[in-house]
């Protein structure tokens, strides 16, 4: 069993920055890629940004160059620096994480509860 735990969300005027951060915690298991997504009023969720344990990383085009995501595999916890925020930006940021469980070797995806980040002036 996994929880992932989102935090650093909140409110921010245009142009600003947040650093959010996703902890992993439980047991005999092993997590290959991460990713954010985010979802916003109406909308569907979609990624933001993804990285593979050995950290490759992929962004989606609208977040290139603005944000940053990074890993510290030996603490199980992955952060998504967001710089020049834009409204656009306003949404529920997930963490995502695909899990192999070591005592069964069984894969699945797991998700964060959300940390809402708001982008206003």
């Known amino acids: 069993q996994v929880q992932l735990v989102e935090s650093g969300g909140g409110l921010v005027q245009p142009g600003g920055s947040l650093r959010l951060s996703c902890a992993a915690s439980g047991s005999s298991f092993r997590i290959n890629g991460m990713g954010w997504y985010r979802q916003a009023p109406g909308k569907q969720r979609e990624l933001v940004t993804r990285?593979?344990?050995?950290?490759?990383?992929t962004y989606a085009d609208s977040v290139k160059g603005r944000f940053t995501i990074s890993r510290d595999n030996a603490k199980n916890t992955m952060f998504l620096q967001l710089n020049s925020l834009k409204p656009e930006d306003t949404a529920l940021y997930y963490c995502?994480?695909?899990?192999?469980?070591?005592?069964?070797?069984?894969?699945?995806?797991?998700w964060g509860q959300g940390t809402q980040v708001t982008v206003s002036s």
């Open positions: 990285i593979t344990s050995a950290g490759s990383t």
């Open positions: 995502n994480a695909q899990v192999l469980d070591l005592a069964t070797m069984i894969g699945r995806s797991f």
